[in-house]
């Protein structure tokens, strides 16, 4: 594998943003060294290399940082053109269009669902599941137009959008067995249902994808501390 010593990702386990970054670096073959961050007490190279958000993912290529993860996604395709496949389309509208809907996913979906999952009213919660069905049938809407009748947002391979909206699956999966609610229903959306088992399942996907039960787990723990914080606000 290209990458190797060149190339340091700092990352958290459980963050769906990471999980964009290895992806994009096991699709593109690259080998590099992985740091677990502990983000209740981030490190120094964390703060100082990411000193504007304070997050990550961070990746390290040749010394010099790359922050956000769909900038560090293009960072990675255009600095190793030449491994793995091309995530973004070489035609400059096919590409504006990926990038299109590479934010819609970051400012209408994921908004959406953090309004759900954090909502403290049953109003405010119900508007935030109104506006994540909304929001994924657009999405059901973008594969069609985009695939062709082909497997992927990138058509025949995985793209820049794949990339970007797999790297939510383990949360999709997880928030599935937590609410028994389906985010990619086989029946309101049964191109997206079948993409993400399409796309779980490829060979250079499989491996990085988070264990489920420990995301389970783990979102258990974070709706207890949120729950405590509600009832703390409510005395």
């Not at 990411?50 to 900038?71: D, I, Q, W």
């Not at 035609?91 to 819609?104: G, M, Q, S, T």
């Not at 959406?112 to 506006?131: F, I």
Request: aromatic share 8%; hydrophobic share 45%; with cysteine.
């Amino acid at each position: 594998m290209a990458g190797g010593d060149d190339l340091k990702l700092l990352g958290m386990w459980a963050s769906p943003f990471v999980l964009r970054v290895k992806l994009a670096l096991s699709l593109k073959g690259l080998s590099y060294e992985y740091v677990e961050e502990d983000l209740g007490n981030k490190s120094e190279l964390l703060l100082s290399s990411n000193p504007v958000h304070k997050s990550v993912p961070v990746l390290f290529h040749n010394g010099k940082p790359v922050c956000e993860s769909s900038v560090i996604v293009q960072y990675i395709d255009e600095a190793f053109a030449g491994a793995g496949p091309s995530l973004l389309p070489s035609d400059p509208y096919e590409r504006a269009i990926a990038r299109f809907w590479v934010a819609y996913i970051d400012n209408k979906m994921l908004a959406a669902w953090t309004q759900a999952s954090r909502a403290k009213t049953e109003e405010e919660r119900a508007e935030g599941m109104k506006q994540s069905v909304a929001a994924v049938e657009t999405l059901e809407g973008a594969l069609r137009d985009c695939a062709k009748g082909k497997p992927f947002f990138g058509g025949d391979s995985v793209g820049y959008v794949d990339v970007v909206l797999g790297g939510l699956l383990g949360w999709v999966r997880a928030h599935e067995e937590l609410k028994g609610v389906s985010s990619f229903d086989p029946e309101r959306t049964p191109l997206l249902a079948a993409w993400a088992e399409r796309f779980w399942s490829l060979e250079a996907v499989e491996p990085v994808m988070p264990d489920v039960s420990r995301l389970v787990e783990f979102g258990k723990m974070l709706q207890a501390r949120q729950a405590a914080a509600a009832a703390g606000d409510g005395n």
